[in-house]
């Protein structure tokens, strides 16, 4: 079936350093792939999206590429804020229509910015 | 404001006391799920609805049901809750199959 691979937290980074958290899926089909961000106390929120190869998605300085080669989604930002310490997820969704409906959702990646 | 409600927000019970976990929508989409979210595990789903009177099982559908009797109701209901189901959990919605699912705030559980 369908997977999600996320990269472990927490990831602790000093505030304007560069962020990436890696992502790696695999597929039966051609899924669209998301980035959701939860803060505290909060339900999942979209951060970003790309339903096709080669698409970049991008939000509030995030940016993600869709890319089919490497089976990859890695979501990187320039430089991150103290704002930004959330739990990030990756997810997958299968777009076919055919099957089940299950989207697929890493682990989720804990990110703490210092100031 | 579109948005999803669950009602309550917290919730602490007894093991084997009947319960029900509202979750209402008002952007008119068809699909909706539940999951459940543990340490370590990530977001698991529990059921699925395509559209009214139409359900399936997700991932971890052992100990709960559901229905949808209405396109902007899916209530999650746990007949003898256990502690294993102590969690947090989340209803979802979206307007398209495979598309971008909108989160509702979350209910913690806890069963004792």
């Known amino acids: 079936g369908d997977s999600v691979t996320q990269m472990e937290g927490p990831v602790t980074l000093s505030e304007e350093a560069f962020l990436t958290i890696n992502c790696t899926y695999t597929?039966?089909?051609?899924?669209?792939l998301f980035w959701y961000v939860q803060y505290p106390g909060e339900g999942l929120q979209l951060l970003l999206k790309?339903?096709?190869?080669?698409d970049k998605g991008s939000n509030k300085g995030f940016e993600a590429t869709y890319r089919k080669e490497t089976t990859s989604f890695h979501l990187e930002k320039g430089s991150v804020q103290v704002s930004d310490s959330a739990v990030y997820f990756c997810?997958?969704?299968?777009?076919?229509?055919?099957?089940?409906?299950?989207?697929?959702f890493g682990r989720g990646t804990s990110l703490i910015v210092h100031p | 404001e579109a948005q999803v409600t669950q009602n309550p927000r917290y919730l602490i019970t007894v093991t084997g006391k009947k319960l029900t976990v509202t979750c209402s929508q008002n952007?008119?989409?068809?699909?909706m799920s539940w999951y459940r979210q543990d340490p370590g595990l990530g977001l698991r789903q529990i059921y699925y609805?395509?559209?009214?009177?139409?359900?399936d099982k997700g991932d971890v559908p052992e100990g709960y049901k559901v229905s949808r009797k209405e396109k902007r109701n899916f209530p999650l209901i746990l007949e003898s809750p256990s502690p294993n189901q102590t969690s947090l959990y989340f209803c979802?919605?979206?307007?398209?199959?495979?598309?971008?699912?909108?989160f509702g705030p979350g209910t913690r559980l806890t069963v004792t």
């Open positions: 609805s395509m559209n009214v009177e139409v359900t």
């Open positions: 952007m008119n989409h068809e699909y």
């Open positions: 979802a919605s979206s307007s398209t199959f495979g598309g971008e699912q909108y």
């Open positions: 997810a997958l969704s299968d777009r076919s229509g055919g099957g089940s409906y299950i989207p697929t």
């Open positions: 790309a339903t096709k190869a080669d």
């Open positions: 597929a039966t089909g051609y899924p669209s």
